[in-house]
């Protein structure tokens, strides 16, 4: 385990979409897990958080085992997943930002002689970071965000006359972008007890045969850089939990959350039991439940 436990792991999966979200986060350290996965720890400066960035790559499948490795070892409190995509919408246009109230995951389903059987699997994204995002961006005039679900396939999409694009609008048709990663992401932190987690995305190009030259035009970099700026103004929004602390170190004696006693850090003597009536503190610093 790192020494300085991070609060919020921001995800990638491209260097450049790395870059954009580095460029707001100072004091970095680089931190290596047991099985060779990288991060950097640093500050997002005017905030509480301790954020964690990492380049998985691409592909749901590999975001999906490295963003549960991550979660498992960092222990965060929020995990953004933030990058490009490609618009399906006609009035989501390159430079516009995407933020995925829910994900899908277009491959699942079942061949029949009939033909695909689809059998949609959907996570929705956090409510309370979709409402940090609603608040943050009408303060930013230079970004036009859409609310709309977002589609991940294993596949990079570059011509919207395709069998896959017809198969995603008729399936997936209020989907607003299509990139590669997200589901994996947050299937990752629904199963890790259902953290907050959300999809944030920059449209480069509009999933269409002119793919290639709107990236040439340096519309990734862009897209990318709003993306970032959308996903540092969400955690500007969104505070820790009350119980977060920018301190190290765990606090002393025995604590009460509502349902459970944390006993971490306490000295006791004895057998300890409870049910749910009330507490009683025995004698020589002894906890005892009746």
């Keep these: 385990m790192p020494?300085?436990?991070?609060?919020?792991?921001?995800?990638?999966?491209l260097p450049l979409e790395y870059a954009a979200i580095r460029a707001h986060v100072g004091e970095r350290e680089?931190?290596?897990?047991?099985?060779?996965?990288?991060?950097?720890?640093?500050?997002?400066?005017?905030?509480?958080w301790h954020v964690a960035l990492a380049e998985l790559g691409m592909?749901?499948?590999?975001?999906?085992?490295?963003?549960?490795?991550?979660?498992?070892w960092l222990r965060p409190e929020a995990v953004l997943f933030v990058g490009v995509a490609g618009s399906l919408k006609d009035d989501i246009e390159i430079g516009d930002v995407v933020v995925g109230t829910q994900v899908y995951e277009i491959?699942?389903?079942?061949?029949?002689?009939?033909?695909?059987?689809?059998?949609?699997?959907?996570?929705?994204g956090s409510h309370a970071l979709e409402q940090a995002a609603r608040s943050a961006v009408r303060d930013m005039p230079g970004v036009r965000a859409h609310f709309v679900p977002i589609a991940t396939g294993d596949v990079v999409l570059a011509d919207a006359e395709s069998e896959i694009a017809r198969f995603i609008r008729r399936n997936y048709n209020d989907a607003g972008a299509i990139e590669m990663e997200g589901s994996g992401a947050l299937r990752a932190a629904h199963l890790s007890g259902q953290l907050n987690a959300l999809v944030i995305r920059g449209i480069s190009?509009?999933?269409?045969?002119?793919?290639?030259t709107a990236d040439a035009s340096g519309s990734q970099q862009r897209a990318a850089e709003q993306a970032a700026a959308v996903a540092v103004a969400v955690l500007h929004k969104h505070r820790?939990?009350?119980?977060s602390s920018d301190s190290e170190e765990e606090p002393q004696g025995a604590t009460y959350g509502g349902d459970h006693i944390d006993f971490r850090g306490s000295t006791f003597h004895g057998p300890v039991t409870g049910k749910a009536d009330h507490l009683l503190w025995g004698q020589s610093g002894a906890h005892s439940l009746t």
């Design 3 to 13: 020494d300085m436990q991070p609060t919020v792991l921001v995800l990638t999966a």
């Design 30 to 48: 680089e931190r290596v897990h047991r099985d060779g996965t990288r991060v950097e720890v640093g500050r997002l400066t005017t905030t509480s």
């Design 59 to 72: 592909g749901a499948e590999r975001a999906g085992v490295l963003t549960t490795q991550l979660i498992d």
């Design 107 to 124: 491959h699942g389903g079942k061949q029949t002689p009939e033909g695909l059987l689809v059998r949609p699997k959907a996570l929705p």
């Design 205 to 212: 190009d509009r999933a269409d045969a002119e793919k290639h």
């Design 240 to 243: 820790p939990r009350e119980s």
